[in-house]
């Protein structure tokens, strides 16, 4: 739908107010396997958390090719007459392709990690991340390489 493609300011928009996200990896039989996750949109990259270990943490280590979908549905598009056929969905969506790298770097966690609370709680983002928690936590950073946004109003 090249009519409808989204601006990078729209683009960046939504990464930013969107709440959720899907994160694909591949599996070691080649499937793909995907994960809901809450993220945050900074410095053109964008950056979730979770446990340490699991199946998108060792996908993600053993090959760094990625998808990633932010989506936003506004609602449907009744047809006035009532055709069934006829109705659509008004949305905007990002698609990212990236490689995916586990941040080692303390203060880099740290920063990823504030930006995840100010994002999610932001009344609890003046409180000071406790160490062993930035330590224990696994945050992913996305290098975006390609993406594209849709829309339809």
């Known amino acids: ?6 601006t990078d300011e729209k683009i960046k928009n939504l990464l930013l107010r969107v709440q959720t996200g899907s994160f694909s990896t591949i599996n070691t039989d080649g499937t793909p396997y995907t994960t809901p996750v809450h993220f945050v949109y900074m410095d053109n990259q964008i950056y979730i958390h979770g446990l340490p270990k699991g199946q ?8 760094d090719k990625i998808g990633f979908l932010a989506y936003d549905m506004q609602g449907f598009l009744l047809d006035p007459n009532g055709a069934v ?34 994002k999610y709680t932001p009344h609890l983002a003046d409180l000071i991340l406790p160490e062993p928690m930035i330590k ?18």
Do not use: F, P
């Open 136 to 153: 224990g936590t696994a945050v992913i950073q996305i290098n975006i390489l390609e993406v594209t946004g849709k829309y339809y109003n």
């Open 1 to 6: 739908m090249k009519t409808h493609q989204l």
């Open 56 to 63: 998108k943490i060792d996908n993600s280590i053993r090959n």
């Open 85 to 118: 056929c006829d109705t659509n969905t008004e949305y905007e969506s990002v698609i990212i392709t990236g490689n995916a790298t586990l941040v080692e770097d303390i203060e880099a966690k740290r920063i990823g990690l504030q930006n995840i609370v100010q």
